[in-house]
């Protein structure tokens, strides 16, 4: 396992960086949900539709929830790319015993009232249209072995409308139902959240 290795000169760097090749690519970026952070650890749950994904989290990281980052990474991706880990990502590898341990250390991860765990439950990539998205059990392991933390879903929507660059709509719900955690039902919540997402989405072409 790949763990991570936060570098503060790395993240300064890197959030300069980040801002800028979002800001040339994407004509705006909006938070739309009511969420207000507090003294608890945060486990994100975005959609996973894209090579953006990451950027997308830690821009949302920066512009509302203000946690120290970490992202959960295929350990084959972040052998490439290891500066990841300086700016918190961690590896999971395809066998039973590398998932476990990834897991424990994601669950210590949440542990840490400062901190926040990107982890994506789909394991794969599906387009950001798909309204039926399959999660594996790691999540269910997480929620499970931690406690005092919040659960944040998200869904990540681009759009171009009228305009040669898109726009980013980051839509945000909590998941509150976490003392009695079952994977099929936050499964189907999930879903209907990223249906309404979409549908709300819609509208703003239409307005």
């Avoid at 760097?13 to 970026?29: D, G, P, Q, V």
């Avoid at 994100?44 to 994904?53: E, G, M, Q, R």
């Avoid at 919040?150 to 719900?173: E, G, H, V, W």
């Amino acid at each position: 396992m790949i763990k991570p290795t936060h570098n503060a000169l790395y993240e300064r760097f890197f959030n300069a960086y980040f801002n800028h090749i979002l800001k040339r690519n994407f004509r705006e970026i909006r938070i739309e949900g009511d969420f207000i952070p507090d003294n608890r650890s945060i486990l994100l749950v975005p959609n996973h539709f894209s090579w953006w994904d990451g950027f997308f989290a830690w821009k949302l990281n920066t512009m509302l929830l203000h946690k120290k980052f970490y992202l959960m990474m295929l350990e084959s991706e972040l052998a490439k790319h290891r500066f990841f880990a300086k700016l918190g990502a961690f590896s999971i590898a395809p066998t039973s015993k590398g998932m476990l341990e990834s897991l424990r250390f994601a669950t210590e991860v949440i542990k840490q009232p400062n901190n926040l765990l990107v982890f994506y439950p789909q394991g794969k990539l599906y387009s950001q249209h798909h309204m039926a998205l399959e999660f594996q059990k790691g999540i269910e392991r997480i929620v499970e072995q931690s406690d005092n933390f919040r659960l944040l879903m998200c869904a990540n929507l681009i759009d171009y409308f009228a305009y040669p660059k898109p726009s980013l709509t980051i839509y945000l719900q909590e998941y509150d139902r976490l003392a009695d955690f079952n994977l099929t039902q936050f499964q189907l919540t999930y879903n209907l959240f990223l249906k309404q997402s979409i549908h709300k989405q819609d509208k703003i072409h239409r307005q």
